[in-house]
């Protein structure tokens, strides 16, 4: 079984760097799928922040694309989020997963994430 | 505002069905055969319950189904149990390695 787990601060200062790792146990990195990160603000719909390949290919959503960035590591078997100038607005709840051929089939617990000085 | 339209809420008594609307637009729901579903217990993760419209995971109750017609998916379960208490998410595949979302349903088993 497949299980994901969110780390990283909770409490980030505005314009301030947003960095979270997955940690990811009963499946090996190295194998041809994606992986996704996603994020809820409180209250609200979940977006889909972007995804990285076992082979560190890359596709970020257009809105945040030119903040964000992905990494993976292979030896560890973990994939981090790095997320820049980072606004009230990124609060969220913040969502690791596994993109399994158009769907999301195995997810983190998530990890709160506050931005707030 | 989420892309895809959902009910903000829908309830039913133990043992009824009840049907959870997911509308979007020609180029989501109506382009793709790549809608998906997920269960949110509080404080959990997303657990995904209906793949590629009407697709099943192994181990997911055959209470719960999945349907498409044009805009609108939909998800029904079918007789209700207090656990299905929860919220249900819909996601849409848009193309060009792009998703929409709906803004999820809060589920009440009265």
């Known amino acids: 079984q497949v299980q994901l787990q969110e780390s990283g601060p909770g409490l980030v200062e505005p314009s301030g760097t947003l960095s979270l790792t997955c940690a990811v146990s009963?499946?090996?990195?190295?194998?041809?799928?994606?992986w996704s990160w996603l994020r809820q603000p409180p209250g609200k719909g979940l977006e889909w922040i972007g995804k990285?390949?076992?082979?560190?290919?890359?596709e970020y959503n257009p809105s945040l694309n030119s903040r964000v960035t992905f990494s993976i590591d292979k030896s560890k078997n973990q994939f981090s989020l790095n997320l820049n100038s980072v606004t009230a607005a990124d609060t969220a709840r913040y969502y690791c997963?596994?993109?399994?051929?158009?769907?999301?089939?195995?997810w983190g617990q998530g990890l709160l994430v506050t931005v707030s000085s | 505002q989420s892309a895809l339209t959902q009910p903000a809420s829908v309830s039913g008594s133990p043992g009824q069905s009840v049907t959870i609307s997911c509308t979007g637009t020609?180029?989501?729901?109506?382009?793709?055969?790549?809608v998906s579903w997920y269960q949110q217990h509080p404080g959990k993760a997303p657990k995904l319950i209906i793949y590629?419209?009407?697709d099943r995971p192994s181990g997911v109750s055959d209470r719960f189904s999945g349907s498409k017609s044009g805009i609108t998916a939909s998800l029904t379960i079918s007789g209700l149990q207090a656990e299905d208490e929860a919220t249900y998410h819909c996601?849409?595949?848009?193309?060009?390695?792009?998703?929409?979302f709906g803004g999820g349903t809060k589920l009440t088993v009265l």
């Open positions: 997963a596994r993109d399994g051929n158009f769907k999301f089939d195995a």
């Open positions: 009963g499946a090996s990195l190295n194998f041809p799928f994606w």
């Open positions: 990285i390949s076992y082979t560190a290919l890359t």
């Open positions: 020609s180029t989501d729901v109506a382009a793709y055969n790549f």
């Open positions: 590629d419209v009407t």
């Open positions: 996601i849409s595949y848009s193309g060009s390695s792009t998703w929409v």
